[in-house]
């Protein structure tokens, strides 16, 4: 585990101040349209555009934009 080394993790779960929070499976669709793969051709810059262009047009109650982000990322990637 990388904290046993003394090394932290970067990425940290954030409070979700929401009462029954839920990813839509619309919205999870929406970000898996364009996801990202790693491959030579794929431009890393221009897929974290996209998804925060995408993030921002996403509105959740009681949900801040970095936990929207943080939740959502993961659906942008392929593999």
């Given amino acids: 585990m990388p ?35 790693g491959h030579l ?8 555009l996209q998804f925060i262009a995408k993030c921002d047009t996403i509105k959740l109650n009681g949900v801040s934009t970095d936990v929207t982000r943080l939740w959502l990322f993961p659906f942008s990637l392929k593999d």
């Fill in 41 to 48: 051709s794929d431009n890393p810059n221009a897929h974290l």
């Fill in 3 to 37: 904290q046993g080394l003394g090394i932290t993790l970067s990425v940290v779960n954030l409070t979700i101040e929401a009462n029954n929070f839920e990813l839509s499976s619309a919205v999870i669709t929406f970000l898996k349209q364009d996801q990202f793969g």
